[in-house]
C-alpha cells in the first residue's frame, strides 16, 4: 500500500511538472512531407560573396577572373540551379564601371584599379550567365565601408578618446580610393558595432547617402542587362542596443536625427523611416528603368529571417530591432519583387525554428498578394554553412547548425506545404565544394540528388506558338531522342509517358536517351518562359543520321611573332543536333604536338576563347579539335614563326612590306 502510495504520489509530481512547463516551453509542432515532388516553375539559386574573398578570389589577370566565373557557373549548373546571386558592391565600391563608386578591392586587389580598362566584369558576367538561360541578379550592400574592424588597439572602443577614435576612422579613409562616397564625404560616416567587430559605414539617416544609394542603384540597372538588384541583411550595425543602440559617440547620428526627425519620433522609428526611404527610392528607380526599357528587372530583399522581436520570435535577432529595417513594411508596400528571408535555422531550433519562420513570412506574403495587385514572391534562404559544424564559434549558437544530414531535404520538402513559396537558394557558394566535414558532405549530396531535374525560375504569363522537331537520331548505332534547335526557344519541357522527365535548355545538348517501350512529347518555352499550348510527339519511324560539327571560323595569329608571344585565338562552332562538344587544342611545332590545357580554354555556346603563349622559336600552327563522340574535325590558324632570322628582318621593313611577305610566306 505504501509503495502505491508512493508511485501515484510520484506520478502526480511528474503531471504538475509537465503541466508547469507546458506553460512556459514552446515546442515546435510541424510536419515534414514524405515526399518530394519534382517542380517545373521553381527559382533556384546561390549567394556568391565576394567580399573577404569569401567565395570569388582576387585575380591577377581578365583571363583568370573568366575562368573563376565559368567555374562558378559550372558549379551552380551541376546543382540544376538557374539563378546566381553575385555581390557586385561589398563595401561601397564596385564590380562594375561606376562614376559613384571605386572599382572594388576584391575584384584584382587594390581599390580603385583594374587590370584592363576596357574589361567590364559586370557586362560579361551576366552575356555568359545569359548565354546558359540563367538569371544574374547583383546583390548590393547599401552603406558597409569597411567589412573588417578599424579598432586595432586591443581596448573597447567606447573607452577611446575622441581624437583616438577619428585617428583610426582617418587612417581606415585613407586607405579607400580618392572616388569612394565615404572619403569624399567623411562627415557622413558612423563608428559602431559590436565589441571586436567596429565598423565603418555610411548614415543611413542623411539624405545625400540615400541619394548616393539610389544613383547608384540606377546606374547598374541603366547601364547593364541585369536581372534584378538586391540588398542583403546590413543596415544600422547591430551592437545589442535595441532602439537606443549606440554608435561611438564622436560618430554616432545623433545630429542627424536631431535635424532629420518628426515630431514625437524616436531613434528607432527615425531610423527605419530612413532605411525605408532608401529601399522605395531604388524600387522607384529600378521599376522606372525596367519600364524604360521594356523588361522585367526585379528589386529585392534578402533579410534576416526574422522580421521583429514578439511571439515566438522574442529572443532572436530580428531585422526590426536590431539594424532597423522594417522587412515587413517593404512586402506590404509592394516595394520589393521579392523577398529571401535568410532562415538560417534548423528545424528543431527552440529559438526560431526553421518553420516557425517559412509560416510567418508565407502568411505575410500570401496576405499582401491576396489584396494587391503588386504581387511578391517568397523564396527561402538556406544557410547550406550551418553544416560545417567546424566553424561553431560557441556552444551558444550550436543550436542552429545542422547536426542532421538531412535537414536541407526536410527543409526543401517543408517549403512544397506552400505554393507561395516559388523559389529557393542556398548560402554560401564554397559550402557547395568542401569534402569536411561528413555531415556537410553528405548533406550537400542528399539535396543535390533532390534537385535531380532542372528548373525554370518563374512560369510566363501567357502562352507561346513556338514549336519544334522531335526526332530518333542514330548515333554510334544508338537510336537517341533529339530536338531540333530553334533559336527562339529557351527550352522544352520532356514528358515521358505522360510523366514530367525534365527540362532541356537550348544552350545544351538536345539529346537525350531513348527508352523504346515509353511515349515521349514536349512543349517549347520562349525566353519569357511562356510555354506553347501544343504539345509535340515523338515520331518513332523518322530515324535521322547523325551529322559532323562544323567549324565556322578561327582567328589569326601575327605570322611572324617573338618567344613569348601571347594573345587568344577565338574559334566559333556548332552541331546540327545541338549535342554536347568536346574541345581540346594543341601546337603543332616542327610537327610535333604540344598540348594546351583545358584551362586556357574559355568555352561558351558555340565558341572557344584559347589563351596562348608560344615558348619555342620554331615555324607551325595551333590546331582545335572539335569531337561529338562519332564525328572528329579540326581546323588550324595560318602558319606562323618565332624564329629569330624573321624577328630581325621584319624590324627593318614596313608594314605593307611585312603583309606581302606574310602572304606569301602563308601560300
Known amino acids: 500500500m505504501k509503495n502505491s502510495n508512493i508511485k501515484k504520489s510520484y506520478i502526480l509530481f511528474l503531471m504538475m511538472v509537465v503541466m508547469i512547463f507546458s506553460t512556459s516551453i514552446k515546442t515546435n509542432s510541424y510536419t515534414i512531407p514524405t515526399t518530394y515532388e519534382d517542380p517545373i516553375f521553381e527559382m533556384r539559386g546561390c549567394w556568391v560573396s565576394t567580399v573577404y574573398s569569401i567565395d570569388f578570389k ?18 551552380l549548373e551541376s546543382f540544376n540551379m538557374n539563378t546566381i546571386f553575385f555581390q557586385i558592391r561589398p563595401t561601397n565600391d564596385a564590380f562594375y564601371k561606376s562614376s559613384y563608386n571605386p572599382w572594388s578591392n576584391y575584384l584584382f586587389g587594390s581599390q580603385g584599379t583594374t587590370v584592363d580598362l576596357k574589361f567590364d566584369p559586370l557586362t560579361w558576367m551576366i552575356e555568359v550567365t545569359h548565354e546558359r538561360n540563367m538569371y544574374f541578379q547583383g546583390w548590393l550592400n547599401a552603406y558597409r565601408v569597411t567589412a573588417g574592424s578599424i579598432n586595432n588597439t586591443g581596448k573597447n572602443i567606447n573607452t577611446l578618446s575622441a581624437d583616438a577614435v577619428t585617428s583610426l576612422v582617418e587612417n ?161 508596400s509592394g516595394w520589393v519583387d521579392y523577398v529571401a528571408p535568410q532562415a538560417y535555422y534548423n528545424i528543431n531550433n527552440t529559438e526560431a525554428p526553421y518553420t516557425e519562420i517559412v509560416d510567418w513570412w508565407v502568411n505575410v506574403v500570401k496576405n499582401h498578394n491576396a489584396t494587391s495587385s503588386k504581387k511578391v514572391k517568397l523564396y527561402i534562404a538556406h544557410g547550406i554553412y550551418k553544416y560545417d559544424t567546424t566553424e561553431i564559434a560557441s556552444d551558444s549558437n550550436s543550436a542552429t547548425y545542422f547536426w542532421d544530414p538531412y535537414e536541407m531535404v526536410n527543409q526543401l520538402k517543408y517549403n512544397q506545404k506552400y505554393s507561395t513559396i516559388t523559389g529557393n537558394a542556398v548560402f554560401a557558394y564554397n559550402d557547395l565544394l ?20 532542372k528548373t525554370l525560375a518563374f512560369e510566363g504569363t501567357s502562352t507561346t506558338t513556338l514549336v519544334t522537331d522531335f526526332n530518333l537520331i542514330n548515333i554510334n548505332n544508338q537510336k537517341k531522342c533529339s530536338i531540333k534547335y530553334n533559336e527562339n526557344a529557351k527550352a522544352y519541357i520532356i514528358y515521358k509517358d505522360n510523366k514530367f522527365l525534365n527540362i532541356i535548355y537550348n544552350h545544351e545538348s538536345l539529346i537525350f536517351d531513348y527508352d523504346s517501350q515509353s511515349d515521349y512529347y514536349l512543349y517549347v518555352v520562349d525566353n519569357n518562359n511562356n510555354v506553347s499550348k501544343t504539345k509535340v510527339t515523338l515520331n518513332k519511324t523518322d530515324v535521322k543520321s547523325n551529322q559532323a560539327p562544323i567549324i565556322s571560323s578561327i582567328t589569326n595569329i601575327k605570322v611572324f611573332t617573338k618567344v613569348g608571344a601571347s594573345g587568344t585565338i577565338t574559334v566559333e562552332f556548332m552541331d546540327p543536333e545541338n549535342q554536347n562538344l568536346d574541345i581540346s587544342a594543341y601546337y603543332l611545332l616542327d610537327n610535333k604536338k604540344i598540348s594546351i590545357s583545358s584551362s586556357s580554354m574559355v568555352i561558351s555556346k558555340n565558341k572557344v576563347v584559347i589563351s596562348y603563349n608560344i615558348r619555342t622559336a620554331d615555324i607551325g600552327y595551333i590546331v582545335v579539335v572539335v569531337s561529338d563522340g562519332e564525328f572528329e574535325v579540326d581546323i588550324k590558324t595560318n602558319l606562323f614563326t618565332t624564329n629569330s632570322w624573321s624577328n630581325y628582318i621584319f624590324e627593318y621593313i614596313s608594314s605593307e612590306q611585312e603583309k606581302l611577305i606574310s602572304d606569301i610566306f602563308i601560300k
Request: glycine share 8%.
Open 58 to 75: 582576387i585575380s591577377n589577370n581578365v583571363e583568370s577572373y573568366k575562368r573563376q566565373y565559368v567555374s562558378v557557373l559550372d558549379t
Open 172 to 332: 581606415q579613409l585613407s586607405k579607400l580610393d580618392n572616388k569612394n562616397f565615404a572619403k569624399k564625404y567623411p562627415d557622413y560616416v558612423l563608428v559602431g558595432g559590436q565589441e571586436g567587430e567596429e565598423k565603418i559605414i555610411l548614415n543611413p539617416g542623411e539624405p545625400a547617402v540615400i541619394k548616393h544609394i539610389i544613383d547608384t542603384v540606377k546606374e547598374i540597372v541603366t547601364n547593364y542587362d541585369i536581372d534584378g538588384v538586391h540588398f542583403d541583411d546590413y543596415f544600422y550595425l547591430p551592437n545589442g542596443g535595441r532602439d537606443s543602440g549606440s554608435f561611438v559617440s564622436s560618430y554616432n547620428d545623433t545630429n542627424t536625427y536631431n535635424e532629420y526627425k518628426q515630431d514625437g519620433e524616436t531613434l528607432g522609428a527615425f531610423r527605419r523611416r530612413k532605411v525605408n526611404e532608401m529601399i522605395q527610392g531604388c524600387s522607384e528607380a529600378v521599376h522606372k528603368v525596367a519600364e524604360a526599357k521594356g523588361r522585367i528587372i526585379e528589386f529585392g530583399s534578402k533579410p534576416a529571417a526574422v522580421w521583429k522581436n514578439e511571439g515566438v520570435f522574442s529572443y532572436s535577432f530580428s531585422s526590426y530591432n536590431d539594424i532597423y529595417a522594417d522587412t515587413k513594411l517593404w512586402v506590404e
Open 434 to 453: 568542401q569534402t569536411y566535414p561528413d555531415t556537410l558532405v553528405e548533406g550537400i549530396k542528399l539535396f543535390k540528388d533532390l534537385w535531380c531535374k
